[in-house]
């Protein structure tokens, strides 16, 4: 869906982006990852064809970011970090200006402007002034704004900055029901705890540069992360897992194993079983919750 080679960008007195090269898979939610000032944005505005690169291209969906910039506004939604909202309009209007301001006929304007809320649970507060909403709501609506023309790339700059718990939650829920809607999305942030309950793939960027050289992928809905730890020391450890059918094993000690497995219940309790058969005092087996960022230090590790 996205495709980026050799991309230079540069500002008076810094080169932002050093010969950056990715590609994003379509239906993907993406993290981009990265401490302040690595270079997220940038690559963001790039790839909204909102910057035009020094060198190098920028493609999505086949379409190159300096010949067609806006054919490329019209398949993607972006929200930056700080994002715009006319506080003296209901909800209702400011989607309504957003859409009719993304090419969407009066006719279908309406239409649009209920799916958008909709998708976004702003439909009892179309009639609100959006200078009376919560910051939540309001970064609810932000995202409406971005999606109202449903297009099929979503740009998202650190879109969790500043939420509460249950706003962050609902985030999620959001993005995820996106994805399976069909979008290819892409967020940024440098708070991986932020984007571990969405994200499917990472891409980590420092200094202007790719860590690694590409995507990560982190998570599998069919064969998820499990952390196994055990009581009792033992060497042979890996060399038991790695012998198991259906284990792949990323990194184990004498006590403790990481590794994907099949999510099947029936198979794990067999996984177990046979680990008490040889010995192995399993004190607990669970899936992993820190699969970002156990890629993001492997990662970023083992490129120092």
Same mark, same amino acid.
């Given at each position: 869906?996205?495709?980026?080679?050799?991309?230079?960008?540069?500002?008076?007195?810094?080169?932002?982006?050093?010969?950056?090269?990715?590609?994003?898979?379509?239906?993907?939610?993406?993290?981009?990852?990265?401490?302040?000032?690595?270079?997220?944005?940038?690559?963001?505005?790039?790839?909204?064809?909102?910057?035009?690169?020094?060198?190098?291209?920028?493609?999505?969906?086949?379409?190159?970011?300096?010949?067609?910039?806006?054919?490329?506004?019209?398949?993607?939604?972006?929200?930056?970090?700080?994002?715009?909202?006319?506080?003296?309009?209901?909800?209702?209007?400011?989607?309504?200006?957003?859409?009719? =301001? %993304? /090419?969407?006929?009066?006719? +279908?304007?309406?239409?649009?402007?209920?799916?958008?809320?909709? @998708? !976004?649970? #702003? *439909? &009892?507060?179309?009639?609100?002034?959006?200078?009376?909403? =919560? %910051? /939540?709501?309001?970064?609810? +609506?932000?995202?409406?704004?971005?999606?109202?023309?449903?297009? @099929? !790339?979503? #740009? *998202? &700059?650190?879109?969790?900055?500043?939420?509460?718990?249950?706003? %962050?939650?609902?985030?999620?829920? +959001?993005?995820?029901?996106?994805?399976?809607?069909?979008?290819?999305? !892409?967020?940024?942030?440098?708070?991986?705890?932020?984007?571990?309950?969405?994200?499917?793939?990472?891409?980590?960027?420092?200094?202007?540069?790719?860590?690694?050289?590409?995507?990560?992928?982190?998570?599998?809905?069919?064969?998820?992360?499990?952390?196994?730890?055990?009581?009792?020391?033992?060497?042979?450890?890996?060399?038991?897992?790695?012998?198991?059918?259906?284990?792949?094993?990323?990194?184990?000690?004498?006590?403790?194993?990481?590794?994907?497995?099949?999510?099947?219940?029936?198979?794990?309790?067999?996984?177990?079983?046979?680990?008490?058969?040889?010995?192995?005092?399993?004190?607990?087996?669970?899936?992993?919750?820190?699969?970002?960022?156990?890629?993001?230090?492997?990662?970023?590790?083992?490129?120092?």
């Amino acid at each position: 869906m996205i495709d980026v080679r050799d991309l230079v960008y540069e500002y008076p007195t810094t080169r932002a982006l050093k010969g950056v090269s990715l590609h994003v898979k379509p239906q993907t939610i993406t993290a981009l990852v990265g401490p302040n000032g690595a270079g997220k944005t940038t690559l963001l505005r790039c790839l909204a064809a909102l910057e035009p690169p020094y060198s190098g291209s920028v493609t999505v969906d086949g379409r190159d970011t300096r010949e067609a910039p806006r054919a490329i506004h019209a398949l993607l939604g972006y929200l930056p970090d700080f994002y715009g909202l006319y506080d003296a309009l209901s909800v209702r209007r400011v989607l309504s200006y957003a859409a009719r =301001s %993304r /090419g969407i006929s009066p006719a +279908l304007t309406a239409s649009a402007v209920e799916k958008a809320a909709g @998708r !976004v649970s #702003l *439909l &009892d507060r179309l009639d609100t002034k959006a200078g009376e909403l =919560s %910051r /939540g709501m309001r970064q609810r +609506l932000a995202i409406a704004q971005a999606i109202v023309h449903e297009p @099929r !790339v979503l #740009l *998202l &700059d650190e879109p969790a900055a500043g939420l509460d718990p249950q706003a %962050r939650r609902d985030l999620s829920t +959001l993005l995820v029901a996106l994805k399976d809607a069909g979008m290819t999305l !892409v967020v940024s942030s440098h708070i991986l705890a932020e984007l571990e309950d969405y994200c499917t793939e990472m891409i980590i960027i420092e200094d202007g540069l790719i860590v690694g050289g590409n995507a990560i992928k982190v998570r599998d809905a069919d064969r998820p992360r499990y952390m196994l730890e055990i009581a009792t020391a033992r060497s042979d450890l890996r060399e038991f897992l790695a012998g198991r059918p259906g284990v792949d094993v990323i990194e184990a000690d004498e006590y403790h194993a990481l590794f994907t497995h099949p999510r099947n219940s029936a198979a794990r309790a067999r996984l177990i079983k046979a680990m008490l058969a040889a010995g192995f005092e399993v004190s607990s087996l669970g899936e992993s919750t820190k699969a970002l960022e156990e890629a993001y230090f492997k990662q970023v590790g083992q490129a120092r």
